[in-house]
């Protein structure tokens, strides 16, 4: 169905920022939430950002929400993940999910069995 690639990772020093672009196909896009997870090396992949179908809807995770933002651009299906202010810890790899809006229950976005389609992710290095 609807197809992702990631760009836009890369090497950074501690307080910097990246902007990761998410470039999705795919007919059914515009009724898709596309979301961005994460995985560090040795952890599990956790939920980073959303932004719902309709683009109303913006959810963070909560240790980083002052720090992101999320938007959508239907004319060039394509996802963006404004990242500042980076932290070592921040050091992951980051992937992109696209899931059918109508999948989500309770509006919950953080479960990533809940996302069909995924990216093959962009590296993220923070340096100290």
């Known amino acids: 169905q609807v197809q992702v690639v990631e760009s836009g990772g890369g090497l950074v020093q501690a307080g910097g920022s990246l902007r990761l672009s998410c470039v999705a196909s795919?007919?059914?896009?515009?009724?898709?939430?596309m979301a961005w997870f994460r995985q560090a090396p040795g952890k599990e992949r956790e939920f980073v950002a959303v932004i719902t179908a309709s683009g109303r809807g913006q959810y963070y995770q909560d240790s980083m929400k002052g720090r992101l933002t999320i938007s959508r651009d239907n004319a060039k299906n394509t996802v963006y993940l404004q990242m500042n202010s980076l932290k070592p810890e921040d050091t992951a790899v980051y992937y992109c999910?696209?899931?059918?809006?109508?999948?989500?229950?309770?509006?919950?976005?953080?479960?990533?069995?809940?996302?069909?389609?995924w990216g093959q992710g962009t590296q993220v290095t923070v340096s100290s």
């Open positions: 795919g007919r059914t896009f515009s009724t898709s939430a």
């Open positions: 999910a696209a899931g059918p809006q109508t999948a989500f229950y309770e509006g919950d976005y953080t479960r990533a069995e809940k996302y069909r389609n």
